[in-house]
C-alpha cells in the first residue's frame, strides 16, 4: 500500500511540475499541498501506533506524534505564508519546523537509550558531543557564516540558522546507531521504514542548505520530493505496529562498536584537517610540532583501542565457550535457550541433555589426560554428525547439550540414534581399545515445559532414569517420569530425617557351607521403613543415598549397629561367625572411613576377626587409594571382600594388587546358571578365586539346580532365598541357635 501512494506522490510531484512549472507561486503551493496530506497520513498512523503499543516504546511513539503534529502546522503556516507572503509566517513556520525536529531527534534518543540504557550513558553520550562539536564547527565554518555574511545578522536568524545543520547531523548519527539496532529486532520492517524515512529527510535538509549557498534553490527540486517521501515511510512505519506486541531485543552490531570506537578520533582528525585548511596550509614549526604530536596521541589512542578490542573478543569468547573442547558452554546454553524458546513460542524446540557413562573410571584409571583426549574427540563427533544450524554446547564435566528447533520426536531419535551410533566407535588410548557410551535425556518446548528450568529439569531427570534403565540409551520425559521424579524427590528429602527419627533397620542374611548347610557367616543389610510410603526398596533409595552422600553418615551407622550386634550375640554364647558390612566408595572417598571403624570396634567391643568388609569393584576407579585403606584394615585383622564381582569394573591385573580374602559371585550369574556358557564362565570365576587362595562366595541361590551346580563347580559357600532371606536381628539369632542346619530348612518356610 505505501509503495502505491509514494508512486502516485511522485506522479503528482512532477505532474504539477510540468503543468505550473513557470508559476513558481502555484508550484510551491501544489508541492505544499503533497506535503500536508503525507504529514496528515504521518500523525494519524503515528497516533495509532502510540495507542497501540503496551511496551516502554509508547513514549517514542508519543514524542514522533507530537513532532509530526508542529510539522503539520508549520507546513500549514507555510501555506498562508505562500498566499499572502507574510514575513511573520515565515518565522513561525521555521520555528515550528525546528521544534518538530528537535522532537524527533528526542524521540530516536530515546528509542537508543531504551534499546541499552547502560551503554547509552557510558559510551554514546560523550562521541555524540565530540561529533556534535565537530559537526558544529564545520558547520558554522562551511555553510552558516557564509549564510550569516549574507543575512541581516539577527539573532533570531543566527540561531535558526545555526539550529538545523546540528539537529540534522545529530540525526544522522542517531540513524547511523538505530541501523545497526535494526538486525536484533523482531520487527525490522517498522525499524527500517523509521531510518530509512529520517535519512532521506536528512539528505533532502542538506541538499538544501547545498543549493541555497549556491543559489539554486528553487521550488520543485528533487529534495521537495525526498521531503515528501521520508514523511510518508516515517508513517508507514506506524501502520506496521502490531497490537500489543513484545518488546524486542537489541543489540549493537559488532561493526558499529568498531565505528563508534574510532569515531571521536576521527572527528578530531578532520577538525584539525580543517583547521589547518583555514590557515592555507600556512605553518610554523610550533603549529606543525603540536599537530605531529595529536596525531601521534591519537594513533597510539587507535592502537590501544584496538588491542583492547581483542582482549575484549578473547574474553567474550573464553566467557561463552569451553576452553577444553571449543564448544559453546553453559553461560551460552542458557541464554540461547531462553532465546529460542521466548522466540519459537509457535514452534517446537528439544533439549537432548547427553551424560557420558562412567567417564569417571576413565578419568581415575587412564588419567585426565585421556578424559579430556576423549572429551575432546566426542565433541568433534557431535559437530561432525550434526547438521549445520544444530546447537551443541559443554555444560562441564562430562555432559554435552543438544537443541533441536522445530522439533518432533521423531526428529530426537534421529538425531540421537546417530551420536549413539557414533560412540560405538572405540578409541585408542595408551594401547587401550575403550568404547565410551552415553545416556540421554530429552524434554520438548511446550509440549513438556514452559520455562528454560523446567525444560532443563524434565531432561535432567530423562537423562538420569536412562541411566538407571542400563545406560547406552536415551528417555523422553513423561507424566510417569513426572512421577518417578517426585518420589524421588522425596526420598532424598525424607532420607535425611529418617536416620534421626530411627526409620532404618538392619536384617541380617546368613552365608552358609553349601554341603553342609552350616552357617559360617552373616551379611548385614540395610532395611528402610518409610512411615508413610512403606518399605521402600534399598535398591530404590541407596542410590540416592550414594549421590547425595547422605550413604556415608547412613553407612557409619549400619557399620557400628552391626558390630554391636555380633559382639551381644558372642556374649550370649552363639556361634563366633564374622559379620560382613556393605561400604560404599563414597565412604572410602570421604578420608576417614579408618577411623569410622576403628570406632565401631572400640563401641562394639567387637573383635576385628569377626568384621568383613564388603566393597564393590568400583573402588578400583582410585586403586591406589583404594589399596593403602584395604591394606590398613587387612593390617587389623577384618576381612576384606569384593561384592558383586564380575558385575562392571572387573580387571584380573587389578584384583591381583588388591587385599582382599573374598570374592562374591553377583547374582546375575547364578540366575542363568541353567545356561552351559554362563555355567561355564561361572565355573571358571570360582577356579579363579580358588588359584587365587581366595574364598569365594555366590550370592542369590534360590534353587536346588543352582546348589547343585555350584557344589559341582566346587563353590564352598552360598547365600539366598534357599537358605533364608535376610531377617530381622531376632530371627536370626534363632537361625544362630540351631547351627546344625535344621532350623534353617524350616525358615524358608516360616519366613
Not at 546368613?510 to 528402610?528: F, N, Q, S
Not at 521403613?529 to 542410590?543: C, T
Request: hydrophobic share 45%.
Amino acid at each position: 500500500m505505501i509503495t502505491f501512494f509514494i508512486t502516485i506522490n511522485i506522479i503528482l510531484f512532477y505532474g504539477w511540475k510540468v503543468l505550473f512549472g513557470e508559476n513558481l507561486r502555484i508550484g510551491a503551493i501544489g508541492i505544499n499541498v503533497l506535503q500536508t496530506a503525507s504529514l496528515i497520513f504521518f500523525v494519524t498512523y503515528i497516533h495509532r501506533a502510540y495507542r497501540r503499543t503496551t511496551s516502554k516504546q509508547k513514549k517514542f511513539w508519543l514524542l514522533l506524534t507530537i513532532g509530526g503534529v508542529f510539522y503539520l502546522t508549520a507546513n500549514i503556516v507555510w501555506f498562508f505564508f505562500l498566499l499572502e507572503n507574510k514575513m511573520l509566517y515565515s518565522n513561525i513556520a521555521s520555528s515550528f519546523w525546528l521544534i518538530a525536529y528537535v522532537l524527533f531527534l528526542s524521540s530516536l534518543v530515546y528509542w537508543i537509550r531504551w534499546a541499552d540504557p547502560s551503554t547509552f550513558k557510558k559510551v554514546y553520550l560523550f562521541n555524540i558531543v565530540v561529533f556534535m562539536i565537530t559537526a558544529a564547527s564545520v558547520s558554522i565554518h562551511y555553510l552558516i557564516e557564509p549564510i550569516l555574511a549574507l543575512s541581516d545578522h539577527s539573532l533570531w536568524n543566527t540561531m535558526i540558522t545555526m539550529a538545523y545543520p546540528i539537529v540534522d547531523i545529530s540525526l544522522m548519527f542517531v540513524l547511523i546507531i538505530l541501523y545497526y539496532l535494526i538486525f536484533k529486532n523482531k520487527e525490522k520492517t517498522v525499524m527500517l521504514l523509521v531510518v530509512t524515512g529520517f535519512s532521506l529527510h536528512v539528505i533532502a535538509d542538506s541538499y538544501s542548505v547545498y543549493l541555497n549557498i549556491t543559489g539554486n534553490y528553487s521550488q520543485g527540486t528533487p529534495a521537495d520530493l525526498l521531503w515528501i517521501i521520508s514523511i510518508w515511510l516515517i508513517g508507514a512505519a506506524g501502520l506496521y505496529v502490531k497490537e500489543g506486541r513484545e518488546e524486542p531485543i537489541w543489540k549493537i552490531e559488532k561493526t558499529f562498536e568498531t565505528f563508534e570506537n574510532i569515531l571521536p578520533y576521527a572527528s578530531t582528525i578532520v577538525l584539525i584537517i580543517m583547521v589547518i585548511q583555514s590557515y592555507q596550509w600556512q605553518l610554523n614549526m610550533l603549529s606543525i610540532g603540536l599537530f605531529v604530536i595529536i596525531f601521534m596521541i591519537i594513533a597510539r589512542q587507535l592502537y590501544i583501542v584496538k588491542e583492547n578490542d581483542k582482549l575484549i573478543d578473547e574474553f567474550k569468547h573464553l566467557a561463552y565457550h569451553d576452553p577444553l573442547t571449543g564448544l559453546k558452554n553453559r553461560v551460552n546454553f542458557e541464554e540461547h535457550l531462553g532465546h529460542e524458546m521466548k522466540e519459537r513460542r509457535e514452534s517446537s524446540t528439544a533439549l537432548l541433555l547427553i551424560d557420558l557413562d562412567r567417564f569417571k573410571v576413565i578419568n581415575d584409571t587412564l588419567g585426565h589426560q585421556a578424559g579430556d583426549f576423549i572429551l575432546k574427540k566426542i565433541s568433534k563427533y557431535l559437530q561432525q554428525v550434526l547438521a549445520a544450524d544444530t546447537q551443541v554446547f559443554r555444560l562441564g564435566g562430562d555432559e554435552f547439550a543438544i537443541t533441536l528447533t522445530n522439533a518432533t520426536e521423531e526428529k530426537c531419535i534421529q538425531v540421537i540414534e546417530t551420536v549413539l551410533d557414533k560412540f560405538q566407535k572405540p578409541f585408542s588410548i595408551h594401547g587401550h581399545e575403550i568404547i565410551v557410551t552415553a545416556s540421554v535425556g530429552i524434554s520438548l518446548f511446550p509440549l513438556h515445559a514452559r520455562t528454560y528450568e523446567e525444560l532443563f529439569k524434565y531432561a535432567d531427570a530423562a537423562m538420569y532414569l536412562a541411566k538407571e534403565g542400563g545406560k547406552n540409551g536415551y528417555r523422553f520425559y513423561d507424566d510417569d517420569l513426572n512421577q518417578i521424579m517426585a518420589r524421588r524427590m522425596r526420598i532424598e528429602s525424607d532420607l535425611r530425617k529418617a536416620l534421626e527419627e530411627k526409620q532404618f533397620k538392619v536384617y541380617y542374611q546368613p552365608k552358609v557351607e553349601l554341603k553342609t548347610k552350616k552357617i559360617v557367616g552373616m551379611e548385614a543389610l540395610l532395611r528402610w521403613k518409610h512411615p508413610e510410603l512403606g518399605w521402600v526398596s534399598p535398591a530404590e533409595f541407596i542410590p540416592i543415598a550414594e549421590e547425595t552422600g547422605q550413604i556415608v553418615s547412613i553407612g557409619e551407622w549400619v557399620l557400628t549397629k552391626a558390630c554391636i550386634q555380633n559382639k551381644i550375640w558372642q556374649e550370649k554364647g552363639l556361634p563366633l561367625v564374622s559379620v560382613s558390612v556393605n561400604v560404599s566408595v563414597r565412604q572410602f572417598q570421604q578420608g576417614k572411613f579408618l577411623s569410622v571403624v576403628e570406632k565401631a570396634l572400640r563401641e562394639s567391643g567387637l573383635q576385628p576377626q569377626f568384621l568383613e568388609i564388603e566393597v564393590t569393584e568400583s573402588i578400583m576407579q582410585n586403586t591406589s587409594d583404594s589399596v593403602e585403606i584395604l591394606t590398613s584394615l587387612r593390617n587389623k585383622g577384618i576381612k576384606i571382600a569384593i561384592d558383586d564381582f564380575g558385575k562392571g569394573y572387573s580387571s584380573l591385573h587389578m584384583i591381583r594388587q588388591l587385599p582382599i580374602d573374598t570374592i562374591k559371585l553377583d547374582k546375575s550369574f547364578i540366575d542363568d546358571i541353567d545356561d552351559e556358557k554362563q555355567l561355564a564362565m561361572v565355573k571358571t570365576i570360582i577356579h579363579l578365586g580358588i588359584d587365587l587362595n581366595l574364598n569365594v562366595v555366590a550370592e542369590g541361590i534360590e534353587r536346588e539346580y543352582q546348589l547343585n551346580k555350584l557344589i559341582e563347580g566346587h563353590c564352598h559357600i552360598g547365600q539366598g532365598f534357599l537358605f533364608s532371606k535376610a531377617v530381622k536381628a531376632e530371627k536370626m539369632e534363632n537361625i544362630l541357635k540351631d547351627n546344625n542346619g535344621v532350623y534353617l530348612k524350616k525358615m524358608i518356610q516360616v519366613d
